[in-house]
């Protein structure tokens, strides 16, 4: 059974690292299509878990509306980024990405508003200060690297991928060499009658 489990990870890493150099030298508009795809569905159950936990925070109509419409916004970009990719790829991925862009840094506004208003109630901020920050710092490099996202997802997905994979296979190499030497050898064994 361990030889099979040790055959069944070497399979697995050559396949994850062989998966990974399709990755980082195939077509790249398949993955930068399914990246769109994956952004776009993160973008929807942000959108739809702000919505839902809304009610957990007591604060005023203006704080209320700024969630309800950086949820709704985040909704949309997310249905447009599943979407677009029907239409020209290039053209698509550079408008989603200022698209994208300009949600999160509407969401950051949003989140830090709702962190203030939260803070004077009483009520916990961390997870709002961290969202902000995070949609911050994703909105201005989505600004900066426009061009240069895609294919910095890619790659870093292919050595991700690729890394994964070696590891594995070196955890079932370095597995197999230790299982070897803990092999219990024959031992000789001479029995006495004591008179």
Request: hydrophobic residues 60%.
């Amino acid at each position: 059974m361990k030889r099979l489990q040790w055959i069944v990870q070497l399979l697995l890493s050559v396949i994850l690292i062989a998966f990974g150099l399709f990755i980082l030298f195939g077509e790249k508009e398949t993955f930068i299509t399914i990246i769109m795809v994956i952004l776009g569905t993160l973008a929807i159950v942000s959108g739809i878990v702000s919505i839902a936990t809304l009610g957990t925070y007591k604060f005023g109509k203006f704080n209320h509306g700024a969630v309800v419409v950086k949820s709704t916004v985040a909704i949309i970009v997310g249905v447009l980024a599943i979407i677009l990719p029907l239409a020209t790829l290039y053209t698509t991925w550079k408008i989603f990405i200022y698209i994208l862009a300009a949600e999160m840094a509407l969401s950051s506004i949003i989140s830090f508003l709702t962190a203030v208003a939260a803070h004077s109630h009483g009520l916990p901020v961390s997870r709002l200060i961290q969202e902000g920050l995070i949609s911050l710092l994703v909105a201005i490099v989505l600004f900066i690297f426009p061009e240069g996202v895609g294919s910095l997802i890619v790659v870093i997905l292919g050595i991700a991928v690729m890394v994964v994979g070696a590891t594995i296979g070196g955890l079932a190499i370095y597995q197999k060499k230790h299982s070897d030497k803990d092999t219990i050898e024959a031992v000789d064994v001479e029995i006495t009658k004591e008179s």
